[in-house]
């Protein structure tokens, strides 16, 4: 019996260092997992900027060097009040103009409700500032269903090639 006991308690000593370096690797997993989760979110944000910011390059030659259709402008203006986001804040966002017509327009990797909402407030506040009522244009190459929703609800015209 006491043979039997002894081999038992060694294979439960074998048993508990086994589970305790299984933990270990799972931790050090977990902590890998977390870095990758964290380089792939951080990679996608700056793709995400990139294109955005190439996309309002190509829209800008487009439309007003080439074509010379309209005026490209930045409109940037401090709300004071925090109409937009709740909060004091810059505003920042680009008008195409053509005679009376103004155009705001909103370059995303990728387009969500939270967009929408505040390309729309952008633009009630640009008619607030500006004493003309703005179109509201969005494009991205994939848009949320719910933001194009909410973007038809409100009137944002939307140009994105596939809704997810």
């Given amino acids: 019996m006491r043979k039997a006991v002894e081999e038992l308690r060694k294979v439960i000593e ?4 086994d589970i305790k370096r299984h933990g270990e690797v799972i931790l050090i997993m977990h902590s890998s997992i977390e870095k990758l989760t964290s380089s792939v979110t951080a990679l996608g944000y700056r793709y995400g900027l990139f294109t955005e910011e190439a996309f309002r390059e190509s829209i800008k030659y487009l439309v007003s060097d080439l074509l ?13 009040e925090g ?4 909060h004091p804040l810059v505003i920042d966002v680009d008008v195409l103009v053509r005679d009376n017509e103004h155009i705001l327009v909103e ?5 969500d409700r939270g967009d929408v909402a505040e390309l729309y407030r952008e633009g009630i506040l640009y008619e607030r500032v500006n004493k003309v009522k703005p179109r509201l244009l969005i494009v991205g190459p994939a848009i949320r269903k719910r933001a194009l929703e909410l973007a038809r609800e409100l009137g944002v015209e939307v140009r994105a090639s596939e809704v997810i």
């Fill in 14 to 17: 074998t048993l508990s260092e």
């Fill in 68 to 80: 010379r259709v309209y005026q490209v402008r930045r409109w940037t203006y401090y709300d004071g």
């Fill in 83 to 86: 109409f937009v986001f709740g």
């Fill in 107 to 111: 370059y995303k990797a990728s387009i």
